[in-house]
């Protein structure tokens, strides 16, 4: 039976890889430093138009984080042109839909249109870069969402702040100990004119990527492209782009959070390599090894059978500047965080020790390969890869070519990751335990 199994997995995978065809795109600089990347697709009569703006939560300035995320909200409130309120009407009325999203190197907007529309959803970005209303009235609606947003998603979530204070432990002197959707002193004391300086310093179109996808034209979206952007201003000044770097963890640094939990739980957290970087993608390998599937090691030996944990796995954060690396545990009732954290090491000694079997990284591969394939499933993860690539990496064309960095990782590159990054003896150590176990 399991041979059947793995024959059909077999099978549906190689018939992904055939289906998967090059990502032909055209690329080019408009005058104002704007990036634009097109690729056209004629399968469904659709287009994605999306804006990547090189902006996250590592350049807020201090004891003002969460802007980035703030911005990401704001920007939806209008514009000169816009009223307050029908920038999501306007997409609505046209039959598409929209998005945003922050992280801690990129913030991130975009539409999904019916193909006749592109030209409604390329001037909607180009007011959204030029014209915002970064107002009073704007900012305090969308400051109390934000600080709603934070209680729902953060404060009053199981484990919600975890990374939060995971990384603001792991991290010193780096931007990113920084929470992303930032704390609820910072969002109260910000000014309207601090919003308006960041709205300056970083929406600007030598600081963004224009990434469309799907049904289009190359040269009539070129002439739209023009109408809409080409007038826009080139921003001034330097935006920073290289930051102080984490000094290596020479010791365990160990602490406990009391939360309103019903299970405690066991967080480990380790410095990582940037992404793009070799060993990056053999610590990004490692974790799927460790957490991806029914039969990865985490979840066979923790959770199915030691039954110490309801949960266990361990997450790389794919990050511009070196990351880190977060395994987390979640305790089984009556299982003690000191018996979770023995067994979370000792499954990392193992990959420590002896190498991946054959059969694993054949499955490590071919996970690998379909997560490549899927991301390009749609033209919006289309447009979106091609803006990261670009962005981060200076190279739009990895949309085609990544899988091979990831097929020269061998089952050595993983065991020398694993000894390299998860040291013992230099990461954060938390024990996550319900609020009554307080002292």
């Given at each position: ?5 793995l ?11 055939a ?5 032909q795109?055209v690329e080019y600089d408009?005058?104002n ?7 056209e697709d004629h399968?469904?009569?659709i ?11 590592k350049?807020?300035?201090p004891?003002?984080s ?5 911005f ?9 042109n816009?009223?307050r ?10 039959g598409?839909?929209n ?11 975009y539409e ?6 592109l030209?409604?959803g390329l ?5 959204r ?8 009235v704007?900012?305090?609606t ?5 600080k ?10 199981p484990?919600?702040k ?10 010193n002197v780096?931007?990113y100990?920084?929470s992303?959707?930032?704390?609820m ?5 910000a000014?309207e004119?601090?919003y308006k300086?960041f ?6 179109p ?9 049904d289009?034209?190359i040269?009539?979206?070129k ?9 826009i201003p080139r ?6 782009r290289?930051?102080?770097?984490e000094?290596a963890?020479?010791?365990?640094r160990r602490?406990t ?13 380790y410095?990582?390599?940037?992404q793009?970087?070799?060993d ?5 390998m490692?974790?799927?090894v460790?957490s991806?599937?029914e039969?990865?090691r985490?979840?066979?030996i923790i959770v ?22 977060i395994?987390?545990?979640v305790a089984n ?12 090491d000792?499954v990392?000694a ?8 054959e059969l ?7 996970q690998?390969e ?15 890869n091609?803006a ?7 190279d739009?064309?990895?949309i ?13 590159d ?16 938390l024990?996550?335990l319900p609020?009554?176990a307080?002292?």
């Amino acid at each position: 039976m399991k041979k059947t199994i793995l024959l059909f997995s077999l099978v549906a995978l190689l018939s992904n890889a055939a289906f998967a065809q090059k990502i032909q795109f055209v690329e080019y600089d408009l005058p104002n430093g704007l990036k634009v990347l097109l690729h056209e697709d004629h399968t469904t009569p659709i287009v994605a138009v999306s804006v990547m703006y090189h902006v996250g939560s590592k350049n807020e300035k201090p004891k003002r984080s969460g802007f980035a995320h703030f911005f990401e909200h704001l920007l939806f409130e209008g514009s000169e042109n816009i009223k307050r309120g029908e920038f999501d009407d306007y997409i609505n009325n046209a039959g598409g839909m929209n998005n945003a999203n922050t992280q801690y190197d990129r913030t991130y907007y975009y539409e999904v249109l019916p193909s006749n529309q592109l030209g409604l959803g390329l001037w909607l970005e180009s007011e959204r870069m030029l014209h915002a209303k970064v107002e009073q009235v704007g900012v305090e609606t969308q400051r109390q969402v934000v600080k709603e947003e934070r209680r729902m998603r953060i404060d009053n979530q199981p484990y919600g702040k975890l990374l939060e204070e995971t990384l603001k432990r792991l991290y010193n002197v780096h931007p990113y100990k920084s929470s992303v959707i930032g704390s609820m002193e910072d969002l109260d004391a910000a000014q309207e004119i601090d919003y308006k300086t960041f709205y300056k310093d970083f929406y600007r179109p030598d600081n963004a990527i224009l990434s469309i996808a799907g049904d289009l034209d190359i040269e009539q979206t070129k002439k739209l492209i023009d109408l809409y952007f080409k007038d826009i201003p080139r921003g001034k000044g330097e935006i920073q782009r290289k930051f102080s770097q984490e000094p290596a963890i020479t010791q365990v640094r160990r602490d406990t959070i009391y939360d309103n939990v019903q299970l405690p739980a066991v967080v480990f957290a380790y410095h990582i390599p940037a992404q793009g970087t070799k060993d990056f993608y053999a610590v990004e390998m490692l974790g799927m090894v460790m957490s991806q599937g029914e039969s990865s090691r985490m979840q066979k030996i923790i959770v199915d059978e030691q039954q110490k944990a309801v949960f266990a796995g361990s997450f790389p954060l794919k990050l511009e500047d070196p990351g880190a690396n977060i395994c987390f545990g979640v305790a089984n009732l009556g299982v003690d965080v000191a018996d979770l954290e023995k067994s979370m090491d000792a499954v990392i000694a193992e990959v420590q020790t002896n190498l991946i079997t054959e059969l694993e990284f054949q499955k490590l591969q071919n996970q690998v390969e379909n997560n490549f394939i899927s991301s390009n499933n749609n033209m919006a993860g289309i447009a979106e890869n091609l803006a990261q690539y670009e962005m981060y990496y200076g190279d739009a064309n990895l949309i085609n070519t990544e899988l091979e960095r990831y097929r020269k990782v061998t089952r050595e590159d993983i065991r020398a990751a694993a000894n390299k990054y998860f040291n013992k003896n230099a990461r954060v150590v938390l024990h996550w335990l319900p609020q009554p176990a307080k002292p």
